[in-house]
């Protein structure tokens, strides 16, 4: 398979605006065929914005969103039966059972007869919802349950691309390790992932691809490991009161060596991991250690290195 | 195919949705009869432009013309401009309609009115029925059965009683006082009466000064008996044909009253004569009272363009639990979303408004059609009509709901075509009670044209002829009505799922 034939996804220079405010600011990237691919971004970044027009609910100002090489447009309702969108917010009939939810949005999708009855069932088991609940009213749920079953009407048609906007949001542990479980097995089965979510876990556990969007600009988009690359390891230790003479000899030997506030204190950062190199040093200059803690790189670190510590709205 | 399984859907929310159900049902229906039962027999009937007079007629005798007296009497009453007569069948029904204030009186003729009016004359062995102030009414047996808490309206009754019956007794005395100008009782009394005097010259035959008319006919026929029976008629004949020549404008043998005064027959003055009908019903229900015939059809209306109401909310909650966007989202059609959205109405507001008919016509007695009706008419307004309304309902509600963000949006939005226009289209006040122009006003909205058909197919009297134009016509404008406001909502639908911005 080349390149070309593994993209699904492809948005090129797309531009939406909300009035005066870019939503979207000519943001282009790809999205391969089969993978999980993470959008990140504070709150107002765009993600929404970007899922609508995927979704063909939207239509952006300028540029182009393809799929599977045909542009996604509103009026392509073709297009809208080869992508499932879970939205952020619950989107089912509470006055209906699980079974009748999925049911009636497989009809709308076209599917009848006993390949709606087997997929509902396979949905129902994958969310988690196979026993006695499925025939329980969906507003008697628990959030988690309903969160589930949010997700399972998005795939009940079997859609090649399945959004996920934030899909997590006020579930317990449990439901979301089930639900990271049902993402997993629909993505073995070839289906590929757009996952939007706050949790930096989530998207370390479960993405291939992420791509970091803020004030509408895509400021990142790699692998985990090479967003990890962005940022720096920090160690930080402390040495004893009596060698602390031997600070110059430190700080001669360890050029971007930092003194802390805290008298004896000490911290390193690099992108490699410095702490054999202070370990050996430390030891050959007969220096005593009282503390030594490794301060390792994650998404989080580099979402908010990338996007700033100050509050969004 | 999708727009069934949309429409399934919503008819299974709104199954599930019991109290909602039955408030869509019921409540039409128990506002239909609180109603029925609080207001008055007159509700939603114009004030009569003629003044009603209640009449029992009992009179078994006969009078001129071999027609009982009280005919002519109501005859007399029904020919004044501006009175209508009403026939009331039994006394107990009579006493009934007075002593529960529907009627402020009754007149009644009793069995021996011809008989008491034929004794009517001016001759002291007949029976005067005259005083002061018009007519003894108990000398000719006519009674008059009066509601005390409606004495005005019941002294206005009685004076057109005095005078019908001073019209009907007064030509009758005088024409039989006339004809018995030539009566030989008369003459002779006449003859003994009058004296003529004897002229000087003859006072040798006749030796005195006066001599008596009777003696003088005698004299005249000289002692013939039919010749001075034939003098006596004579002069009777001339005392008629004098009288007749000086009071030229009567007639003196009448005896009717526009004989007697050579009235000119108004042919301009409508005749009414009415047969007392219970509007008020029977029973608990008051079933078959009139005035259902005016609340079904408007209170069918009125709860069938409630539906906005019913139908935007449960498309505001669509939109506010998100299944709307996801709706929009799958590859189903706008057409076919809006027709899955549109046959629930429609279906809900057909099985109202047959709901309401069906309940009104085994529970309240309503009366639907005539019995002149084919089935062709049937068909026209039990199944065109229905669909027409439902139609124009549905399409409201699609558009209402579609515009209303929230419910309170919905709430005031559909505040117009719900409460408003039902006021103007006559659902909430009859167009009777309302000014002249109100039904105008009214056909510019669509319960105006529902209601004005629906009540051509619940006639308040059998007698009435039904308008099949009308009903075609306010099909017609209800189908326009409900396809513009589709296709508006067509658009604006169109609009959201595709938008630009």
């Given at each position: 398979?080349?390149?070309?034939?593994?993209?699904?996804?492809?948005?090129?220079?797309?531009?939406?605006?909300?009035?005066?405010?870019?939503a979207?600011?000519?943001?282009?990237?790809?999205?391969?065929?089969?993978?999980?691919?993470?959008?990140?971004g504070?709150?107002?970044?765009?993600?929404?914005t970007?899922l609508s027009?995927?979704?063909?609910?939207?239509?952006p100002?300028?540029?182009?969103a393809?799929?599977?090489?045909?542009?996604?447009?509103?009026?392509?309702?073709?297009?809208?039966?080869?992508?499932?969108?879970?939205?952020?917010?619950?989107?089912?009939?509470?006055?209906?059972?699980?079974?009748?939810?999925?049911?009636?949005?497989?009809?709308l999708?076209?599917l009848?007869?006993?390949?709606?009855?087997?997929?509902?069932?396979e949905?129902?088991?994958?969310?988690g919802?196979d026993?006695?609940?499925?025939?329980?009213?969906?507003?008697?749920?628990?959030?988690?349950?309903?969160?589930?079953?949010?997700?399972g009407?998005?795939?009940v048609h079997?859609?090649e691309?399945?959004?996920?906007?934030?899909?997590?949001?006020?579930?317990?542990?449990?439901?979301?390790?089930?639900?990271?479980?049902?993402?997993?097995?629909?993505?073995?089965t070839?289906?590929?992932i757009?996952?939007?979510?706050?949790?930096?876990?989530?998207?370390?556990?479960?993405?291939?691809?992420?791509?970091?969007?803020?004030?509408?600009?895509?400021?990142?988009?790699?692998?985990?490991q090479?967003?990890?690359?962005?940022?720096?390891?920090?160690?930080?230790?402390?040495?004893?009161?009596n060698?602390?003479?031997?600070?110059?000899?430190?700080?001669?030997?360890?050029?971007?060596?930092?003194?802390?506030?805290?008298?004896?204190?000490?911290?390193?950062a690099?992108?490699n991991n410095?702490?054999p190199?202070i370990?050996?040093?430390?030891?050959?200059e007969?220096?005593?250690?009282?503390?030594?803690?490794?301060?390792?790189?994650?998404?989080?670190?580099?979402?908010l290195?990338?996007?700033?510590?100050?509050?969004?709205? | 195919?999708?727009?069934f399984?949309?429409?399934?859907?919503?008819?299974?929310?709104?199954?599930?949705?019991?109290?909602?159900?039955?408030?869509?049902?019921?409540?039409?229906?128990?506002m239909?009869?609180i109603?029925?039962?609080?207001?008055?027999?007159?509700?939603?009937?114009?004030?009569?432009?003629?003044?009603?007079?209640?009449v029992?007629?009992?009179d078994?005798?006969?009078?001129l013309n071999?027609k009982p007296?009280?005919?002519?009497?109501?005859?007399?009453?029904?020919?004044?401009?501006n009175?209508?007569?009403?026939?009331?069948?039994?006394?107990?029904l009579?006493?009934?309609?007075?002593?529960?204030?529907?009627?402020?009186?009754?007149?009644?003729?009793?069995?021996?009115?011809s008989?008491?009016?034929n004794?009517?004359?001016?001759l002291?062995?007949?029976?005067?029925?005259?005083?002061r102030?018009?007519?003894?009414?108990?000398k000719?047996?006519?009674?008059?059965?009066?509601?005390?808490?409606?004495p005005?309206?019941s002294?206005?009754?009685e004076?057109?009683?005095?005078i019908?019956?001073?019209?009907?007794?007064?030509?009758?005395?005088?024409?039989?006082?006339?004809?018995?100008?030539?009566?030989?009782?008369f003459?002779?009394?006449?003859?003994?009466?009058?004296?003529?005097?004897?002229?000087?010259?003859?006072?040798?035959?006749?030796?005195?000064?006066?001599?008596?008319?009777?003696?003088?006919?005698?004299?005249?026929?000289?002692?013939?008996?039919?010749?001075?029976?034939?003098?006596?008629e004579?002069?009777?004949?001339?005392?008629?044909?004098?009288?007749?020549?000086?009071f030229k404008?009567?007639n003196?043998?009448?005896?009717?009253?526009?004989?007697?005064?050579?009235s000119i027959?108004?042919?301009?003055?409508?005749?009414?004569?009415?047969?007392?009908?219970?509007?008020?019903?029977?029973g608990?229900?008051?079933?078959?009272?009139?005035?259902?015939?005016?609340?079904?059809?408007?209170?069918?209306?009125?709860?069938?363009?409630?539906?906005i109401?019913?139908s935007?909310?449960?498309?505001?909650?669509?939109?506010?639990?998100?299944?709307?966007?996801r709706?929009?989202?799958?590859?189903?059609?706008?057409?076919?979303?809006?027709?899955?959205k549109?046959l629930?109405?429609v279906?809900?507001?057909?099985?109202?408004?047959?709901?309401?008919?069906?309940?009104?016509?085994?529970?309240l007695?309503?009366?639907?059609?005539?019995?002149?009706?084919?089935?062709?008419?049937?068909?026209?307004?039990?199944?065109?009509l229905?669909?027409?309304?439902?139609?124009?309902?549905?399409?409201?509600?699609?558009?209402i709901g579609?515009?209303?963000?929230?419910?309170?949006?919905?709430?005031?939005?559909?505040?117009?075509?719900?409460c408003?226009?039902?006021?103007?289209g006559?659902?909430?006040?009859?167009?009777e009670?309302?000014?002249?122009?109100?039904?105008?006003?009214?056909?510019?909205?669509?319960?105006?044209?529902a209601?004005?058909?629906?009540?051509?197919?619940?006639?308040?009297?059998?007698?009435n002829?039904t308008?099949f134009?009308?009903?075609?016509?306010?099909a017609?404008?209800?189908?326009i009505?409900?396809?513009?406001?589709?296709?508006v909502?067509?658009?604006?639908?169109?609009?959201i799922?595709?938008?630009?911005?």
């Amino acid at each position: 398979m080349t390149q070309a034939h593994s993209v699904i996804l492809k948005i090129d220079g797309l531009t939406k605006l909300h009035g005066q405010f870019k939503a979207l600011n000519s943001i282009s990237f790809n999205i391969n065929r089969g993978e999980i691919f993470g959008l990140l971004g504070p709150n107002g970044a765009g993600k929404s914005t970007l899922l609508s027009i995927l979704a063909g609910s939207s239509k952006p100002h300028t540029g182009t969103a393809c799929f599977d090489g045909m542009q996604i447009q509103p009026n392509n309702l073709k297009l809208r039966a080869r992508i499932g969108l879970v939205p952020q917010d619950f989107a089912f009939y509470e006055d209906l059972t699980a079974k009748e939810n999925l049911v009636f949005f497989g009809n709308l999708y076209g599917l009848q007869g006993t390949l709606l009855t087997k997929k509902v069932n396979e949905i129902l088991e994958i969310i988690g919802l196979d026993d006695g609940k499925a025939n329980q009213y969906s507003k008697y749920f628990s959030g988690g349950m309903k969160r589930r079953l949010n997700l399972g009407i998005a795939l009940v048609h079997s859609p090649e691309v399945l959004m996920l906007d934030e899909p997590t949001v006020g579930v317990d542990p449990q439901s979301r390790n089930r639900i990271f479980e049902a993402i997993k097995t629909i993505n073995a089965t070839g289906t590929t992932i757009i996952y939007t979510t706050h949790y930096m876990e989530e998207a370390e556990s479960l993405c291939n691809r992420i791509a970091i969007l803020d004030h509408g600009e895509i400021i990142a988009c790699d692998t985990l490991q090479n967003l990890l690359s962005l940022t720096k390891t920090t160690i930080n230790f402390s040495i004893i009161e009596n060698d602390q003479t031997k600070a110059g000899l430190l700080q001669q030997k360890l050029p971007t060596l930092k003194q802390a506030t805290l008298q004896g204190s000490y911290s390193l950062a690099s992108h490699n991991n410095p702490t054999p190199e202070i370990i050996n040093l430390l030891v050959n200059e007969k220096i005593q250690i009282i503390s030594m803690q490794l301060d390792s790189p994650n998404l989080e670190k580099v979402f908010l290195s990338l996007t700033g510590r100050h509050l969004r709205d | 195919m999708q727009s069934f399984i949309i429409a399934k859907k919503e008819l299974k929310l709104l199954i599930r949705d019991k109290l909602t159900a039955t408030v869509l049902f019921v409540l039409p229906f128990a506002m239909i009869l609180i109603l029925g039962l609080l207001l008055g027999e007159g509700f939603g009937q114009k004030n009569d432009d003629l003044m009603r007079i209640s009449v029992l007629n009992l009179d078994k005798g006969l009078g001129l013309n071999n027609k009982p007296w009280a005919e002519h009497a109501i005859d007399d009453m029904v020919s004044t401009p501006n009175i209508k007569v009403e026939i009331i069948q039994t006394k107990e029904l009579a006493n009934e309609l007075v002593k529960t204030g529907k009627r402020a009186a009754v007149i009644i003729f009793n069995q021996d009115f011809s008989d008491r009016v034929n004794e009517c004359s001016f001759l002291s062995t007949g029976v005067n029925p005259f005083h002061r102030d018009g007519i003894y009414l108990e000398k000719l047996q006519v009674s008059i059965v009066k509601d005390n808490k409606q004495p005005a309206t019941s002294a206005i009754i009685e004076s057109v009683c005095q005078i019908a019956l001073l019209r009907i007794v007064m030509p009758w005395m005088i024409g039989k006082a006339f004809e018995k100008l030539g009566d030989p009782e008369f003459i002779e009394l006449l003859g003994k009466e009058v004296s003529l005097p004897i002229p000087p010259s003859l006072r040798l035959l006749m030796p005195k000064e006066k001599i008596p008319l009777g003696e003088l006919l005698e004299l005249a026929s000289g002692k013939d008996v039919v010749l001075a029976k034939n003098y006596r008629e004579k002069v009777g004949q001339g005392i008629q044909t004098a009288l007749t020549g000086q009071f030229k404008n009567y007639n003196l043998t009448g005896k009717s009253w526009a004989s007697l005064t050579r009235s000119i027959n108004n042919t301009e003055t409508v005749k009414t004569l009415t047969t007392f009908q219970n509007d008020d019903g029977t029973g608990i229900l008051k079933r078959g009272a009139i005035r259902y015939q005016i609340l079904v059809p408007s209170f069918t209306v009125m709860f069938a363009f409630s539906l906005i109401l019913i139908s935007g909310w449960i498309f505001v909650a669509e939109k506010r639990q998100g299944t709307f966007n996801r709706l929009l989202s799958s590859p189903v059609s706008t057409p076919s979303i809006l027709l899955g959205k549109f046959l629930p109405t429609v279906i809900i507001s057909l099985f109202q408004i047959f709901f309401l008919l069906a309940l009104g016509k085994v529970l309240l007695g309503l009366k639907i059609g005539l019995p002149t009706w084919s089935l062709t008419d049937w068909a026209i307004a039990l199944i065109i009509l229905p669909i027409a309304t439902s139609f124009c309902v549905a399409s409201f509600s699609l558009l209402i709901g579609l515009l209303s963000k929230n419910e309170t949006q919905l709430a005031l939005f559909s505040s117009v075509p719900v409460c408003l226009f039902a006021l103007i289209g006559g659902c909430i006040f009859p167009w009777e009670m309302m000014p002249d122009n109100a039904k105008t006003l009214a056909f510019l909205t669509p319960q105006g044209w529902a209601l004005d058909a629906f009540r051509e197919i619940m006639p308040s009297s059998f007698d009435n002829t039904t308008d099949f134009n009308l009903i075609w016509k306010s099909a017609l404008v209800l189908t326009i009505m409900g396809f513009i406001l589709m296709c508006v909502t067509w658009i604006t639908l169109g609009g959201i799922r595709f938008r630009s911005s």
